[in-house]
């Protein structure tokens, strides 16, 4: 391979993600194939010379966060769009956005960067499964002349291969059938706890409140449990399909956004709306008997309940719900933690569906989703 | 993004997998970022004109066999190259060699391909798992000045994203501990159907025979129980380890070749080197009491048997056996038909692996495998 010039990357967002996204890309061995120019807090801006060497990697990666502090330039993404923009356009550099917020006005921005030929890699979801508009001007702006490239991995099973791979089926001309998992750590680590297949069980609002304890869940589980975290993750595969160029119009509904899809909510109408997570958690153990009800019901049929999402490409339809598998099935059998496992029924993994399973949340394996689109880049 | 100068695809191997890919090529949706300008079989050469517009892919797609078998041109390795290399070098153009046979003496030619800048692509486990000096003669064409890449995905769990996970694992800067899998899709279905954990079961000889009907083993099973295809696999993954940048020194052996996997076959001793698939066959039940024997062991320790192939970094070993697995493990409960499946062990994927399952064999999948890799050097 012949040498080329490294790639740019800045990034926005430094938290939880943002930093092991850092940390990561600077213990990349030298020579690094990228250079960090960049880093944009919610509050202030590190700006790097690309040009200069003073500052190596491994000082960088002990030195960015008291640099970062003790920068007295403001956080400005109109600034850093006409920084990059300059970059691209005069310099000629190829330039990669790293977007680790989930914040939806940084998600607005990105037709505008790809239209400058600015490249956007991100684990954020709410460009990609929000309003369908944004949707519709990401796509126009990456396949206008000279715009940049978008990757996602991470916005569905962190580090797992699940968008790579949905790709590269739809590009080699497989046809998708049905795609199906468990798509949420929170719900797989809740009803892997809640739903054995044994008879019996904790009561649904002590898992919940285990789940929460850990960490596990929001600070208000109800931003859980309402299902919106899977809708979207359906959203992103079922855009991704639908937006395919293939010989056969797509069967799957348009999605206006996330909420289109068939959402069963896990939310008990009676407590809709409250607004503490603490508040939510006391009043939930009034609701365990219907949660029990259903697990009851489930065990006797020789079943488990997984709360899963579902684009059925064959029946036309995209939901998320609690649904009844046997205890025989994978999302039975060999699932634990907060695992998520997606599987692929398509046209030649049939009748057996390829299967992709892990962690699929955490900063480590989320950074590693959006460091591996990123070096896809290079 | 920009519209790029097609790649150019020569193809050598036009056999099961061959044909297939050649389908797959050509299904592409125009415009093909992809323009095929040569086949060759093993007997003939089809120079297709990459200039010309004259064959559309949906035309050659129904005529490139009758095309090929009407060519008065011989299948000539060395005119080929020439022909690659110049276009590589005087007319600028970016190639692409896909090895679709399972050929020792065109595997040797990868070096001198990739020197040239001429990419290769295979599903041909044949180079990477041979004597080291042509692994490392690759590796060295590639990364010299002005060298090709080289993917090979589809050496490994054909379509199955494995060898493109351990890279990003691995350039994320993931520590792999252990890989651990079934890695062959004859085994897979061969102990499936053989050792379930309850006891009793069919005949070994009697499964054997049954999966060769169907066209599960090669012509002749020992090839397949001698373990060595799954030798070979180790040795791409191990191989793939060991030559990445890291800090640390890689703690697995230097593998000679797949022969220095430590392999255990699953042959009788008295039935080696038999030279036909039915005396094999035919003599082979008077060894079933002893695969009974263990099976029965496994059932009492309520475990089943499988075929597995394991890179244990951490233990500085590779080894490829028998191996007995709770009725609980995903290796007993998850697998069906010929699957493979592939659990990566890794810093970050602790203590529940990242697991990626689905059929691991067969033309269909297996050139999906080599088509994605072609269209990762788009």
Redesign the interface.
Known sequence: ??TQKPLLVAVVGVGLVGSEFIS?LL???SPSPLKLISLTSSTRTLTLDPNSSSSSAPQLKNEWKSLLSSSSLPADLQSLTTRLTTLVSQDKERVILVDNTSSDSVAALYPTWLAQGINVVTPNKKAYSGDVQLWKDILEA??S???G?YLNEATVGA???VI??LK??L????KIIKIEGVFSGTMSYIFNEFSTGREGGPAFSAVVGVAREKGYTEPHPADDLNGFDVARKLTILSRIISSF???SPSTLPPLQSFKSVKTASLIPPELEGIPTGDEFLARLPAHDAQFAKLREEASKEGKVLRFVGVVDVKGGEVRAGLEKYPT?H?FA??L??S?NIIM?HTE??SP????????GA?A??T??GV??DV?KLV
Chains 1, 2 share one sequence.
């Open positions: 391979m012949s990561q213990s990349i061995p990456s396949s002349q000279g715009g490239r580090g797992l291969p790579s791979t590269e089926l590009g080699t001309g497989d160029p293939t010989s025989t994978p059998t060999s634990g933690g695992d692929f030649r993994y057996r569906p390829l299967i992709i399973q892990g962690a955490g480590a394996v950074a590693m460091l591996g070096l």
